[in-house]
T-cell receptor, first 113, second 114 residues
Framework: AQSVTQLDSQVPVFEEAPVELRCNYS??????LFWYVQYPNQGLQLLLK??????LVKGINGFEAEFNKSQTSFHLRKPSVHISDTAEYFC???????????FGKGTRLHILP | KAGVTQTPRYLIKTRGQQVTLSCSPI?????VSWYQQTPGQGLQFLFE???????NKGNFPGRFSGRQFSNSRSEMNVSTLELGDSALYLC?????????????FGPGTRLTVL
C-alpha cells in the first residue's frame, strides 16, 4: 500500500527567503509523484509532477522538486517566496497498479513580512 | 475551456437529513473523483467514476454514494447526515483517470451539518 507523509503541518518563512516543504512516500511499486497547491477558498491546482526521467522537476510559480528514490522523498523548494505563495501544499503519490492517488495531510506555508 | 464546477458552493443541513452535491467536469474528461477535506484528516478519497461506472472506492460508509451520467457529470449523495460529515467536498476530473493524469479540482462544496 502507498502512503505519503508531509513532515511539517505548518512552515513559517520570511518573504524573499528560500523554503523547502518535505514529503516522504512509501510504495512497493513505481510511483508517480505530485505537488498540488490550494489557495484560500479554492480547489487544488497542480504545481508539478514527476513521472519518469530527470529527478529534478520544475513547476509553475518558480517551484521545483527533487525525486530521491533512495530516500523515498520528493521535497518541494522555492529559492525566494512571495506573500502570494501563502497557501496549503499537498504532496501526492499514485502507482501503476492502483489508480487511486493518495494525498498527504498538507503543509501550510505562512509568509512573514 | 471552462474549469470544474461544483454546486452548490455552500450548504447547511441538520443531522439525519440527506444531501446531493453536483460536479461538472472539464469538457472531454471522463474520470471524476470525489474527496472529503477536513482540517484533521486532510484529503480523503471517496470514489472515482469513469464512463458511468464506479472504478475505485475509498473507506467510507455506505451512506456516501455517487453516480456519473453519460455526459460525465457526477453527483454524490450523503444520507442520514452526521455532525462529522461537515467538510469541504472536492470534485476532480481528469482525462482518463490514469495514475499519471493531472487532476483538475473544482472549488468545492462546503457542507455544514448542525
Amino acid at each position: 500500500a502507498q502512503s505519503v507523509t508531509q513532515l511539517d503541518s505548518q512552515v513559517p518563512v520570511f518573504e524573499e527567503a528560500p523554503v523547502e516543504l518535505r514529503c516522504n512516500y512509501s510504495s512497493s511499486v513505481s510511483v508517480y509523484l505530485f505537488w498540488y497547491v490550494q489557495y484560500p477558498n479554492q480547489g487544488l491546482q497542480l504545481l508539478l509532477k514527476y513521472l519518469s526521467g530527470s529527478t529534478l522537476v520544475k513547476g509553475i510559480n518558480g517551484f521545483e522538486a527533487e525525486f530521491n528514490k533512495s530516500q523515498t522523498s520528493f521535497h518541494l523548494r522555492k529559492p525566494s517566496v512571495h506573500i502570494s505563495d501563502t497557501a496549503e501544499y499537498f504532496c501526492a503519490v499514485s502507482g501503476n497498479r492502483d489508480d487511486k492517488i493518495i494525498f498527504g495531510k498538507g503543509t501550510r506555508l505562512h509568509i512573514l513580512p | 475551456k471552462a474549469g470544474v464546477t461544483q454546486t452548490p458552493r455552500y450548504l447547511i443541513k441538520t443531522r439525519g437529513q440527506q444531501v446531493t452535491l453536483s460536479c461538472s467536469p472539464i469538457s472531454g474528461h471522463r474520470s471524476v473523483s470525489w474527496y472529503q477535506q477536513t482540517p484533521g484528516q486532510g484529503l480523503q478519497f471517496l470514489f472515482e467514476y469513469f464512463s458511468e461506472t464506479q472504478r475505485n472506492k475509498g473507506n467510507f460508509p455506505g451512506r456516501f454514494s455517487g453516480r456519473q451520467f453519460s455526459n460525465s457529470r457526477s453527483e454524490m449523495n450523503v444520507s442520514t447526515l452526521e455532525l462529522g460529515d461537515s467538510a469541504l467536498y472536492l470534485c476532480a476530473s481528469s482525462l482518463e483517470g490514469r495514475p499519471w493524469d493531472e487532476q483538475f479540482f473544482g472549488p468545492g462544496t462546503r457542507l455544514t451539518v448542525l
